[in-house]
Every structure is written in C-alpha cells, then in structure tokens.
C-alpha cells in the first residue's frame, strides 16, 4: 500500500518536469511566440561559430528587445535582450560586455551561459529555446 501512496503523490512531479521545457513565468515580460531560423554560414552570424562569442539579433519579431545568442562551446542558449526584474521601459535594452549583459536600468549584470544574475535578483534572463537543424542552420523560438 506504501508503494502505491508513494507512487501516486510522486506522479504529477514525474508528470509535469519535462528536458524541453523552458520556464518564462516573469510578470514583467510577456511570453511573445516566435520562431526565428539561424543560417551561422551568414557572415552576419559568424560569431555564432566560436564560443562565448554572443549575437544581438534585433529583428522584427525575435523576441522582445531582440535576443542574444551565444554558442557556449557545448551548445547554443538564447536569452532575451530585454530586463527581467522591471518594466518594460526605455532603459530596459540589456547592454553586452563580453559574456556579460547589463541592465542599464538597475546596473545588474547576467551571465550569457546561463541567464543567471551576477548579483542577488528577483529573476535571470528569459531563455528561450534553440534547435539545431544541422551543422549551419539553428532556430531559436519560444
């Protein structure tokens, strides 16, 4: 009886943790559905081809404020180029320094292998998804 008790409160744990998902639960950024295709052999998108070597990409309909894309020298991460911890504003475009992004609004700095914040914050960047099609082609979406 033990197992099946320990069985049925384990379930919807099991049920709901998925490698896929992305969670973008951040009151002050909307979830915008996009689907942005990549082709690295672009001279655009050469940076994309060596590690911690991020890409801005601000055209109409990839995320927000854009996003930033980053080859990590394992894989690609995407991350929103927008503040997570306030309003969307003005001052909210997240500026870059290296592997580092800053929020001019409140001086906080993130990481662009994983989104986290460098200093004590509400919320990291917002990650979205990205998949590789083939050795030049990834698509990033939400």
């Known amino acids: 009886m ?3 008790l320990t069985l ?8 709901c943790c998925s490698k896929e998902e992305v969670r973008n639960n ?10 942005f295709p990549i082709d690295i052999s672009f001279p655009t998108y050469d940076n994309l ?7 801005v990409i601000t055209a ?3 995320g927000i404020n854009g996003i930033i894309v ?3 020298g394992s894989g690609y991460v995407a991350f929103e180029n927008t503040c997570p911890n306030h309003e969307i504003s003005t001052c909210s475009v997240l500026q870059r320094n290296g592997i580092l992004t800053k929020c001019t609004c409140d001086d906080i700095e993130y990481s662009l292998f994983d989104g986290s914040p460098t200093t004590p914050a509400r919320f ?13 082609n990834i698509r990033v979406y939400n």
């Open 26 to 35: 951040n009151p002050y950024l909307p979830n915008y559905n996009f689907d």
């Open 70 to 72: 980053m080859y990590t």
């Open 124 to 136: 990291g960047l917002k990650a979205y998804r990205v998949q590789v099609l083939n050795s030049t």
């Open 8 to 15: 049925l409160l384990a379930l919807p744990f099991l049920l």
């Open 2 to 4: 033990k197992k099946y």
């Open 60 to 62: 109409a309909g990839a």
């Open 49 to 55: 081809r060596y590690p911690t070597n991020p890409v």
